[in-house]
């Protein structure tokens, strides 16, 4: 009878999770608290939601859903140092599922092939309006100024002695605010960072109607905010009057994506993907099924997967050590210095301009489409309820989604090929 | 190494920084470009506009005072007529 009781129990996960001292339940607690912020608190559920019940399921020992990191020789050993594959790169996708699990199978056929960020940024595209950026063309260059926070914290991770230059360079990425590309990026350069890169790049773009506000009161002072934009257009208004932006909207994405292609070939895959979903969008009917199909059913499906897989790879080994804490605090740096970054550009450019930019727009020039102008937009209008920001915020909003894409291209053309 | 690293990543940090600056910078100039090509050569939103102008006149006539001047010349035509334009005067 004791027998049939200790076999029952070591059937069960529990004897592992006592085993462990506990290491799991933090685990459990992590996915639990990150379900409730989706859930109940409306932080990114679309993918916070997913990430977390992968993250529920990685940790169950047994029931083989973790996804294991393969070295560069692709060697794959478990906590316990039991080599599971001599070289993944020679394996069959059957053979993984069959060897590691459906969650490796998913992750090495969608995840580590780098697939399915720009299948995301495509249906990105298809739901980004390119207009109030054609519309505000001067206001974009605040999304290039903004992505001084990638490279800072690129430097500043290196100077810390924690990261090398390809982990330092995943880190730094959070700083664009954008998942897709933080993803793209960590998978090119330090796959092991994955999911504690992912974790926080989306929980900070979950804590974007904190932070801005938190960086904006540091920096800019209430006379700056007041600035109306409509006033500063009335005074010095715009040569550019738009007279047929359903054909600019048409020629634009193809025109970027070509001049991206021939100056950061490497931003190909995201810009590329990006604006080819826009085009089928503005192309409007003739297009209609294919910008239904992208923005619906291959987004939603591609959203799941990654979100699953990304929180499959927070296992106890992968997620639990300092590595992760580095990244949780270097995050936070490059999300603030890109804030910072884009208000302090505003600042330069008001001091030789007759016409003033308000600094909001300058803090809108990471990614976070379109939460940070929202966020932006809230600001304006609690100094002065007629000063509307938003449809100037989504111009530098906007080019920061294309910055961020061009500065992941950068980075990978430099560093993935480099020997450590 | 660190030393290495360090001097990679600073000419990181500037090779990155003029790359995204340029890219946007040649985003802007070329949006300015399209907007002067296609508002010199194909203006054809200007033209629907004007156009639009009177069918837009004719939206704002609400649908009920469409309605009650549809009945009131079928009324008095006994039927045979109908209301083709309204215009607001």
């Known amino acids: 009878m004791e027998q049939i009781i200790n076999n029952v129990y070591e059937m069960t996960a529990f004897s592992n999770i006592i085993e462990a001292n506990g290491t799991y339940l933090i685990m459990y607690l992590l996915a639990f608290v990150l379900l409730y912020l989706g859930i109940k608190k409306h932080f990114e559920p679309l993918l916070l939601i997913p990430i977390a019940f992968g993250v529920l399921i990685a940790n169950f020992p047994g029931g083989e859903m973790g996804v294991y990191q393969a070295d560069e020789a692709g060697r794959i050993v478990d906590a316990a140092g039991n080599v599971l594959a001599e070289n993944i790169w ?22 580590k092939t780098g697939f399915l960020p720009p299948i995301i940024f495509m249906g990105v595209g298809a739901l ?44 730094g990425i959070i700083g664009g605010a954008d998942g897709p590309t933080a993803i793209y990026t960590t ?3 330090a796959p092991h960072l994955l999911a504690p890169i992912a ?15 938190l960086v904006v009161k540091l920096l800019c002072s209430e006379k700056e905010l007041k600035i109306n934009m409509k006033e500063q257009d ?25 001049i991206v292609a021939l100056l950061v070939p490497s931003a190909v895959s995201l810009i590329g993907m990006l604006m080819f979903g826009n085009l089928l969008k503005e192309i409007g009917a003739d297009t209609s099924r294919l910008f239904d199909t992208i923005s619906n059913s291959i987004m939603n499906t591609a959203t799941v997967f990654l979100g699953l897989c990304v929180g499959a790879t927070m296992t106890v080994q992968a997620f639990l050590n300092w590595t992760t804490i580095g990244i949780i605090i270097g995050g936070f740096f490059a999300f603030g210095l890109s804030i910072a970054s884009g208000i302090c550009m505003v600042k330069i450019v008001n001091l030789f301009s007759k016409k003033k930019i308000n600094p909001l727009i300058g803090a809108t020039g990471l990614s976070a489409v379109p939460m940070a102008s929202r966020v932006c937009n809230e600001i304006s209008t609690k100094y002065d ?25 950068v980075l990978i053309s430099f560093l993935q090929g480099m020997a450590l | 190494m660190i030393t290495n690293d360090i001097t990679g990543a600073l000419q990181l940090l ?63 035509t006994g039927g045979k007529g109908r209301a083709n334009k309204i215009t607001k005067l």
């Open chain 1, 187 to 189: 998978i090119k350069l």
């Open chain 1, 90 to 111: 020679e394996m069959s996708l059957p053979q993984i599922a069959h060897d590691l699990g459906l969650m490796n199978f998913l992750y090495y056929m969608l995840i």
């Open chain 1, 385 to 409: 309820s007629k000063n509307h920001v938003l449809n100037y915020c989504m111009s530098s909003n906007v080019s920061g989604v294309i910055g961020s894409a061009v500065a992941a291209g």
């Open chain 1, 234 to 258: 009335k005074l010095f208004p715009s040569s550019n009057k738009i007279k047929n932006e359903k054909l600019i909207k048409i020629i634009f994405p193809i025109a970027v994506t070509t």
């Open chain 1, 128 to 171: 980004t309006d390119f207009g109030p950026m054609l519309r505000n063309l001067r206001l974009s260059i605040f999304g290039a100024a903004a992505q001084l926070g990638i490279f800072s914290v690129v430097l500043i991770a290196i100077g810390s002695g924690a990261f090398n230059i390809k982990e330092a360079a995943a880190l």
């Open chain 1, 199 to 213: 974790i926080a790049a989306y929980s900070y773009m979950a804590l974007v109607p904190v932070i801005i506000p």
């Open chain 2, 14 to 76: 500037v090779v990155g920084m003029i790359t995204v600056f340029l890219v946007l910078l040649i985003v802007i100039y070329l949006g300015k470009l399209l907007i002067w090509a296609v508002n010199k050569w194909a203006p054809e939103e200007a033209v629907a506009n004007k156009g639009s102008k009177a069918a837009n006149a004719v939206a704002a006539i609400d649908a009920t005072t469409k309605a009650i001047i549809d009945a009131t010349v079928s009324q008095i």
